[in-house]
């Protein structure tokens, strides 16, 4: 048994390595031929340039990219074991946001005596976002899947961070782009030097914990039964994987996709001890990157550009996620902790009354009152009446009333997918739907030089279908499609991801409108498209609503729904189908912004909305409530700039969720 | 044939007629062809709203103060002469424009660029839009500065100030150009270069703006490869190596750490023209930017060169 399961890793390595000695080959070629490798090696002729070159760019590239490669795919493969999750990776953990938010903030303020301290100060930022994932999750029932929930909180709330910090700093956005697109550009060998002790130290200690992991493996309850110190071995481990994948980021950028990749990959083809797993993965993630990168340098120049290698990587990788992870088990056994309490069955109809009076309210103060950077303006009070007055109403209800029906289109729809799904954590942006959308904008905006918005709105909608057939096409078993949908939507979101970054790389003076966009603003948008887009919601809103007898059926488990009689697994497709439509048609109106389909739905549960009905009504009216509110804050927190609206309903979700985990501890 | 030649007759009848009754009406309505068209005004535009700094300068030096400007904060730092007027109502950022603060400064003009092209729409209900690009990639940039120049002139009726500047400028180039050559001497050509970090640089191009300048000075560009959309090459240090026996001019703002990094990298020490005391460093200019922006870069180019070297 043993013998077989090691079979295909062993292979893999080796392919990988003789690829790899490959490169090194064609790398020394020139130097090879003239007997100057070991020169060029330890000590290059400092008159001539190629050696230069080779020496300092090119030999240093060559061994952060193994090393970079190594580090991430172990620190992935730790991370895998400990979280029991083969989708977790480092950055699930919020790390790469957090060193990305550090060296952002040190890039645009600190001075140069202060350069020292660059480094050490983007592992603070990675560490502290560990701190605070694991603050949040620790003493929790449920503390894998809190972890995750977690991570994605800090996730959002530190990328959006960054984004602000940029939309005001547009003078530097191409170079953090760059470091954020994962370059593994040298300079010399000082991030060589620097990376290489960081991650010796790191692999030993995750080694030598690697033991007391195979017990992780097994499961809590099992761990502890053997005397294990749980929570102290995952800590410590977890703090060491960071480490590594800090000090990686810190000095590479964002190479994302090797961490989550190389490790499940591993798993997949057979290596279950996690210390096999480990030493597997350190040689298969350093071969891979240096691999990679090779291929990766061979485009440069190409269009008098560069091509970031972290983004590429990630897009090398993103279609084999598919692949690898047909066979993964998906969220295994992901149960949300409030479900304990989910028999109580109360009438809502009070906080119902309530949501929709502050909805009303809010509305008239949308419209009415804005700050115009002296203070409060209200509109036929302290400003007067005149005929420009009705065109601002009608521009403000045009922007409030897209933010609303994106916050209920998206609120159905996640409501739809947590349900079906049964996954509290699971949100529209998961079917792949919206990122299939807004790529298909983004690619005709910037590579084909479409700017209309009506055809930027088809070409969105024309990808959004595509990618519902590909959905149908990847979901012909019905009985695995909430897992198929999981995975479909990841591998697209990562392929949007990869290109977003390379775009930002080479937008010049768009970038800062793309990543408006982007965060999600209802800048753009006109009262056509609102109206087209809230029929749409309307009608899947109701056919939602009258199908909420099957839709319970649905939440409360495939067994005993199907014990029931019920075809539940066509009827699951058919609900995720909705969701997806509502998510591409939210993309349209505001750009891929998507917190909200994950906030609301999660907000009504917790007031206490539980059956299937009441719950798509409640979070619809939630999500319309804080959308509204974001809305509004986008437009005068910071007057006359016009902030994207996504980027305040991620902050306010975020803290809304940051309170809520520290209140309940 | 015949049929097509009495049409030809009957379109050109009704085309002198259509004429005839233009310059009837009481004011010449203005035609100018841009992004979206064609754009006709009534009357030259009185009450401009500028959405990019290059319209921003351009106006002012026309000599007329736009009403609204975007990015006003950050022209000062990048752009900073002509000075912004002491008045004007300010639109937050260029790539989102305040549509309420617009309405507010009662434009008869808004000009433009196609990045904000899905908001047209809006701007349109606001006032005559202009939409006109900073930079194609197709054609120098100067070349597309000085159009746009003439453009923005012929909206707001102010032609002869457009002659007589560019007329200044063109002398002034000149003047610069000639002071250059007396300092790099007649065999040096120049390359301008923007250090995006200590590993990647990004090199100008022909078309770029200073590239475009750099040749309307009659100073020789020294990279003449391939560029990318924005008119500029970017890559790792070997993109520059090439051209080690010119003259390099590097451009700010680059951030202290990173600048501090390359001074003391290798690969950086090697190259002939640190050794040659061939590197100046340019002041903060806007690469996008127009006519006047592009003078600023040559005046700044040329007192960069005359002070001597960075270091």
Redesign the interface.
Known sequence: MIKTSHRTPTLLLAALGVLSIGVLVIDFWPFLQNGLAGQVMFTPDETDFDQILFHYSTLPRLAMAFLCGAGLALAGAAIQTVLRNPLASPTTLGVGAGVEFALTIFVLVAPASLALFQEAFALAGGMIALGAVYLIAAKRGNATLWLILAGMIINLLLQSGTQILLLFNEQYLQSIFMWGAGDLAQNGWEATQFVLPRIVIGMAAVLLLSRPLDLLALGDDTASSLGAKVTVLRLLILGFAVFITASVISAAGMIGFIGLAVPAALRIAGLTRSRDLMIYSVLTGGFTLLVIDFIVRQFNGLGGDILPTGAATALFGAPFIILILRKAKIMPGSQSEDQHSDQEITSKTGLSILLTALLAIGLVFSLFVSLDGTGFAVLGWTVNWNDNSFDIITGRAERTFAAMICGAALAVSGTLIQRVGRNPLASPEITGVSSATALAIILALTMFGFAQRADLMIIGAAGGIISLIVLLALCRKFTHAPHYMLLNGLALTAILGAIVRIVLTRSGTQTSMLMSWLAGTTYFTNMDEVMIVAGVTTVLLIVAIALRRPLEMASLGTDQSVSLGLGITTFQFAMMFLAAILAAAATLLVGPLSFVGLMAPHLARVAGYRLAGGHLLGSVLIGVNVMMVAEWLARNLLYPAQLPTGLIAALIGTSYFLLLAVRKR | MMKLRIFLCCFGLIAIALSFAKTNAKADPISIEHERGILTLPAPAKRVATISWAFTETVITLGLDPVAIADAK?YVD?VSKPDLPSDFI????????????L??AKPDLIIT??????????LV??APVLELK??DEKRPAFETARETLAKVAKATGREAQAETYLKHVDQKLVEYGERIHAVIGPDQKVNVVYF?????VGIY?KTSMPGSVLTAMNVPLAYR??????G????????I?PF?KETLVYTN?V????????W?????N??DFVRNKRVYELPVVWA?GGVPSALRFAELLTESLENGPHQ
């Open positions: 950050d990048w300010d639109l937050g950022q260029r790539s989102s424009p305040n549509l309420e603060a309405r507010a660029i196609p990045d904000i092209g899905m908001a047209y729409g809006k209900e606001i900073l930079f995006f970090d200590e590993s990647n191009g490869g391939e560029v990318n959309k924005w500029f090459a970017r890559g790792e240090f070997d993109i190596a080690a703002p951030p202290e750490v990173v600048l501090k990094k390359i003391n990298s290798p690969m950086w090697v190259m996008y």
